[in-house]
C-alpha cells in the first residue's frame, strides 16, 4: 500500500489552492465576509479540535503555512461541546471551516447541512475499508478519516494461554464478562448478533445503510434472542455486571476474559495483566463483526475555504506522518492503512486490528436513533427472562413504528 506523502511535497497543493477560488475566504472562520478568496497567501483556516489533539496537528498546520501561506488556526474544544457548537454556528456563518468529530455524527450533520462532500481522490485507496465506508454516507465521501476503534476480546494469557476457537470454548476455559448493566448494552453485543445473522439495517447499492430494509425482524434477529435468554439463564451474560464490575472482575483475576475496547488495556496493563487480544468468539461459526468507530475531520458547508481545507486535510492530516502523531495522542488504531500496519508494530494494536478488519461501521443513518430507544432495554429483558419471541417482536415494532 502506498504511503500517501503527496501533501508533504505540496508543489501541486500550492498549484490548486492559487488557481481556484471560492469568494469570501475568511481569516478566522467560515463566515468573514472581510476575507479575500480561497487563494493561498493570507487566508486562514480554521479548525476544530478535541483539545488533546493540538499538539499532534501543529506540526501539520505549522507545514501546511509554510508551503502554502495559508495559516490554519487549531482551537482546542472539549469533545462535548464539539458537535453541538458546530451544528449552531455553522448557518450563521461563524463556525470553523473543519471540525474534527465522529462518523456517526454523519446522519445529524447532513440533515442539518452543515458539513460539505470531501475529494479524496486517488487517496480513498490508501484507507482501511471500514474506515473509507464509514467516512461515506449515501454514495459521498464527507470525512477524512484518521482513526478507528473497536472492541475486541481481552484475554489474561497467564490464566489461559490459547486463544479459543469459538464462544463455548471460551466459556469452558474461563469467566467472561462483559458490560450490561440494567438497560443492557447492544454495542458490547453485536458481534454475537451479528454472527446470528442479524444487522441492524441492510445496505443499498452504494453500501449505505438503508432504514428502510430493517434486519432485527429476521429469522437471525429472533435466533440470537433464544441465544441471548440462554446466556441468561447460564449466567454468562448478566445485567447485574456493569462496566466497572466487569473491569474489577478481569483485574482481579477472577474473569479471564473481557469484551472491551482499547480505552480499558491501559488499566489491565497497569495492574499486570499478561494482555493477549483475540477475535470476538462466534457461537454460531459465523463471522462475529463488532461495531467500528470512526474518527475525522468534516469540512464546513459554509466554509469560504473549501479548496484548502480540502488540501490540507487529504494532502496533510492524511499522510501517515500526521496519523501517527494522532495515533500517539490517542493510542487508537490509524484508519490509513501504512499508518495502522506500522503501529501495529505493537502486538496489541495489532490484534485490535485484526479483529476490526471484521468490523462493520455504527449506522450513521438518523434511523439509529430509534433502534438505540428500544435495543438495549429488549436485551436486558430477554436476559434476565423475558420469552425471546415476543419480547424481540415487540423491539422490532417499536423500531419500525419509531422509524416512520
Known amino acids: 500500500m502506498k504511503v500517501n506523502k503527496r501533501g508533504i511535497a505540496a508543489a501541486g497543493a500550492i498549484a490548486i489552492v492559487s488557481t481556484l477560488t471560492l469568494a469570501g475566504c475568511s481569516t478566522g472562520g467560515a463566515g468573514d465576509d472581510a476575507a479575500e478568496s480561497d487563494s493561498g497567501s493570507g487566508s486562514t483556516l480554521t479548525v476544530w479540535v478535541d483539545a488533546e ?7 501539520a498546520a505549522d507545514s501546511y503555512e509554510e508551503k502554502t501561506g495559508v495559516a490554519v488556526e487549531l482551537v482546542g474544544k472539549s469533545v462535548d461541546d464539539l458537535k453541538d457548537d458546530f451544528i449552531q454556528q455553522v448557518p450563521t456563518g461563524k463556525g470553523p471551516d473543519v471540525v474534527m468529530g465522529a462518523h456517526d455524527w454523519l446522519g445529524e450533520l447532513s440533515t442539518n447541512g452543515v458539513v460539505a462532500p470531501l475529494e479524496l481522490g486517488d487517496s480513498a485507496a490508501d484507507y482501511l475499508p471500514v474506515a473509507l465506508q464509514a467516512a461515506t454516507y449515501e454514495g459521498t465521501v464527507y470525512m477524512l478519516p484518521y482513526a478507528v476503534e473497536n472492541i475486541a476480546v481481552l484475554r ?10 469459538s464462544f463455548d470454548d471460551m466459556v469452558s476455559k474461563g469467566t467472561f464478562v462483559v458490560e450490561q448493566g440494567t438497560e443492557g448494552n447492544p454495542y458490547h453485543l453485536y458481534p454475537f448478533q451479528t454472527a446470528s445473522g442479524a444487522p441492524v439495517f441492510g445496505t443499498d447499492d452504494s453500501g449505505s445503510y438503508d432504514a428502510a430494509d430493517l434486519q432485527l425482524g429476521s429469522e437471525g434477529g429472533f435466533a440470537f434472542a433464544d441465544w441471548l435468554a440462554a ?11 456493569d462496566g466497572e464490575i466487569a473491569k474489577q472482575q478481569f483485574l482481579d483475576g477472577t474473569a479471564a476474559f473481557w469484551l472491551t475496547g482499547p480505552w480499558n488495556v491501559g488499566a489491565a496493563t497497569d495492574a499486570g495483566i499478561n494482555v493477549a487480544i483475540d477475535p470476538v468468539p462466534s457461537p454460531t461459526g459465523e463471522t462475529a463483526s463488532p461495531f467500528a468507530g470512526v474518527k475525522g475531520f468534516f469540512v464546513s458547508s459554509e466554509s469560504k475555504n473549501k479548496v484548502a481545507a480540502n488540501d490540507f486535510l487529504v494532502n496533510y492530516l492524511g499522510t501517515e506522518e500526521v496519523q501517527l502523531e494522532l495515533f500517539e495522542a490517542g493510542n487508537i488504531l490509524p484508519a490509513l492503512t501504512a499508518a495502522a500496519d506500522t503501529a501495529a508494530s505493537d502486538p496489541i494494536i495489532a490484534g485490535f486490528q485484526a479483529v476490526g478488519a471484521d468490523a462493520v461501521p455504527m449506522p450513521a443513518i438518523p434511523a439509529m436513533g430509534a433502534v438505540w430507544e428500544f435495543w438495549g432495554v429488549a436485551e436486558a429483558a430477554i436476559i434476565n427472562g423475558s420469552d425471546p419471541t415476543t419480547t424481540w417482536q415487540k423491539l422490532v415494532d417499536d423500531v419500525t413504528a419509531a422509524i416512520k
Do not use: K, M, Y
Open 53 to 59: 489533539r493540538v499538539d499532534a496537528l501543529q506540526a
Open 156 to 165: 489474561n494469557a497467564d490464566l489461559v494461554p490459547t486463544a479459543p476457537t
Open 231 to 241: 446466556q441468561g439463564t447460564a449466567g454468562t451474560l448478566n445485567t447485574d455486571i
